[in-house]
């Protein structure tokens, strides 16, 4: 009895008209309850003639109470629209995923005799009977729609369970999970991912992960080095500076690079160790890189260490290397250049986790070229913004994600892969516009 009540309401064929059942009860239940009372005693006190009952409804008194109910019943409605918007929307995806059945053919069905109107006269009139329906369930909780399908390796097992595409466009939601349970599969999906944006103030850096919206953190100690990409215009920079900031209330120690020389450099004024000329840049990811190896060293020799354990558990302070244009920079170097640095950034993101050193690198598309030998693979957290072509989504996320992306003309919004390979939609916290990133960066680096 638990796992049924788990799992949610059961779809059936009879919910491919759920909206209209839904609407049409409740719309004449409420206008009957309110245009009942008006006429409870003139019912109660009469005799049950026609002649009796067209005269009284038709008067000037049953016409008025007639208006005043659909009046009362038009404002319930309205207010069950504005407050009750999501409790409709179940009813709507409900309908939709009936639909979804009936019109791919995803049931089975068996010929029936239909029987003629004199019994004892054999018909030869057949008509087709659904005989098994897929059992699928709906429950909607906290946010998250959990669909749950159940397994029976029958004729339509591979469709359903390969649901994704399908229940992200036509529910217009964002799966966040694929779970495999004994007998059914179960889809969970994000509702309403826009409401789920936070504000730059929410952004909280604490015990190992920074909260990037209610339902999304980047745990860094777990899923170390994050890479972002987007075009101008998408909002990336102000994600980086967000970052900044949030990581800067921790005792996290930061090092900026920016060889453009563009909004990230201007931090030069507030804070240390930001750089943008491409041989400080360089003597930068050396000195990095050597601080990671001379930690990972020490560790060893200090009191209360235990192999296993991370940074943290020792009281020290995660390093970030924050790398905007990336590709950028890497295209003005020689070939020898080139080379030097991706064999430091390699070992930074093969051994940073355990020794606190992580890597944030940012670029306007992540070119395999400067991102190969299995360094991408590293990159636990990714997160696309803006505008992007399916060339760039591939190498974002892998070519062979099952996922549609969509346009939306939002700043700051994009799509996100945490870390478990199931890519949902992002977006980056809201920053007001009297907000001043080199003031409230130079308060915390102080």
Request: aromatic residues 14%.
């Given at each position: 009895?638990?796992?049924?009540?788990?799992?949610?309401?059961?779809?059936?064929?009879?919910?491919?008209?759920?909206?209209?059942?839904?609407?049409?009860?409740?719309?004449?239940?409420?206008?009957?309850?309110?245009?009942?009372?008006?006429?409870?005693?003139?019912?109660?006190?009469?005799?049950?003639?026609?002649?009796?009952?067209?005269?009284?409804?038709?008067?000037?008194?049953g016409l008025m109470t007639l208006l005043i109910s659909l009046v009362l019943t038009?404002?319930?409605?309205?207010?069950?629209?504005?407050?009750?918007?999501?409790?409709?929307?179940?009813?709507?995806?409900?309908?939709?995923?009936?639909?979804?059945?009936?019109?791919?053919?995803?049931?089975?069905?068996?010929?029936?005799?239909?029987?003629?109107?004199?019994?004892?006269?054999?018909?030869?009139?057949?008509?087709?009977?659904?005989?098994?329906?897929?059992?699928?369930?709906?429950?909607?909780?906290?946010?998250?729609?959990?669909?749950?399908?159940?397994?029976?390796?029958?004729?339509?097992?591979?469709?359903?369970?390969?649901?994704?595409?399908?229940?992200?466009?036509?529910?217009?939601?964002?799966?966040?999970?694929?779970?495999?349970?004994?007998?059914?599969?179960?889809?969970?999906?994000?509702?309403?991912?826009?409401?789920?944006?936070?504000?730059?103030?929410?952004?909280?850096?604490?015990?190992?992960?920074?909260?990037?919206?209610?339902?999304?953190?980047?745990?860094?100690?777990?899923?170390?080095?994050?890479?972002?990409?987007?075009?101008?215009?998408?909002?990336?920079?102000?994600?980086?500076?967000?970052?900044?900031?949030?990581?800067?209330?921790?005792?996290?120690?930061?090092?900026?690079?920016?060889?453009?020389?563009?909004?990230?450099?201007?931090?030069?004024?507030?804070?240390?160790?930001?750089?943008?000329?491409?041989?400080?840049?360089?003597?930068?990811?050396?000195?990095?890189?050597?601080?990671?190896?001379?930690?990972?060293?020490?560790?060893?020799q200090m009191e209360g260490y235990k192999t296993g354990e991370n940074y943290a558990?020792?009281?020290?302070?995660?390093?970030?290397?924050?790398?905007?244009?990336?590709?950028?920079?890497?295209?003005?170097?020689?070939?020898?250049?080139?080379?030097?640095?991706?064999?430091?950034?390699?070992?930074?993101?093969?051994?940073?986790?355990?020794?606190?050193?992580?890597?944030?690198?940012?670029?306007?598309?992540?070119?395999?070229?400067?991102?190969?030998?299995?360094?991408?693979?590293?990159?636990?957290?990714?997160?696309?913004?803006?505008?992007?072509?399916?060339?760039?989504?591939?190498?974002?996320?892998?070519?062979?994600?099952?996922?549609?992306?969509?346009?939306?003309?939002?700043?700051?919004?994009g799509y996100i892969d945490k870390g478990d390979s199931v890519i949902s939609e992002?977006?980056?916290?809201?920053?007001?516009?009297?907000?001043?990133?080199?003031?409230?960066?130079?308060?915390?680096?102080?």
């Amino acid at each position: 009895m638990k796992l049924l009540k788990r799992r949610g309401k059961r779809i059936k064929e009879k919910d491919a008209s759920l909206v209209f059942q839904f609407v049409f009860t409740r719309l004449v239940g409420t206008w009957l309850l309110f245009f009942t009372p008006f006429h409870l005693s003139f019912l109660l006190s009469t005799k049950w003639q026609l002649d009796i009952f067209q005269a009284h409804f038709i008067s000037t008194y049953g016409l008025m109470t007639l208006l005043i109910s659909l009046v009362l019943t038009g404002g319930c409605a309205f207010v069950y629209y504005c407050y009750r918007y999501d409790h409709l929307k179940q009813i709507i995806h409900r309908q939709k995923l009936a639909k979804m059945i009936l019109g791919n053919g995803w049931y089975e069905t068996k010929q029936v005799t239909k029987e003629s109107f004199f019994k004892d006269i054999p018909s030869d009139k057949a008509k087709e009977k659904i005989s098994h329906y897929p059992k699928i369930y709906y429950r909607f909780e906290k946010g998250l729609l959990h669909i749950q399908v159940e397994i029976t390796l029958g004729k339509y097992q591979e469709p359903l369970l390969n649901l994704e595409k399908r229940l992200e466009s036509g529910l217009y939601c964002e799966l966040v999970s694929k779970e495999l349970h004994d007998s059914f599969v179960e889809y969970i999906l994000l509702y309403d991912t826009i409401a789920n944006r936070i504000s730059i103030e929410e952004v909280i850096a604490q015990n190992g992960s920074l909260k990037l919206m209610e339902s999304v953190y980047w745990e860094y100690d777990k899923l170390p080095h994050m890479l972002i990409a987007g075009g101008t215009g998408g909002g990336k920079t102000y994600f980086i500076l967000t970052l900044i900031e949030a990581l800067l209330k921790t005792n996290a120690k930061l090092y900026i690079l920016d060889p453009k020389n563009a909004d990230l450099a201007d931090l030069t004024t507030v804070m240390s160790d930001v750089h943008y000329k491409k041989e400080d840049i360089m003597a930068c990811i050396d000195q990095f890189h050597e601080a990671m190896m001379a930690r990972s060293e020490e560790m060893k020799q200090m009191e209360g260490y235990k192999t296993g354990e991370n940074y943290a558990y020792l009281g020290l302070s995660p390093h970030f290397l924050i790398f905007d244009e990336y590709v950028a920079f890497m295209e003005l170097l020689t070939s020898k250049e080139n080379t030097a640095v991706l064999s430091k950034l390699k070992q930074i993101v093969m051994l940073g986790r355990q020794a606190g050193f992580f890597l944030v690198l940012a670029c306007q598309r992540p070119d395999a070229k400067y991102l190969g030998d299995g360094i991408r693979d590293q990159f636990n957290f990714r997160v696309a913004l803006g505008r992007m072509s399916e060339l760039g989504f591939g190498m974002m996320f892998g070519s062979d994600v099952q996922k549609q992306f969509f346009l939306k003309q939002i700043k700051g919004r994009g799509y996100i892969d945490k870390g478990d390979s199931v890519i949902s939609e992002f977006y980056t916290p809201l920053v007001p516009n009297e907000h001043d990133f080199l003031k409230e960066i130079g308060k915390l680096a102080n």
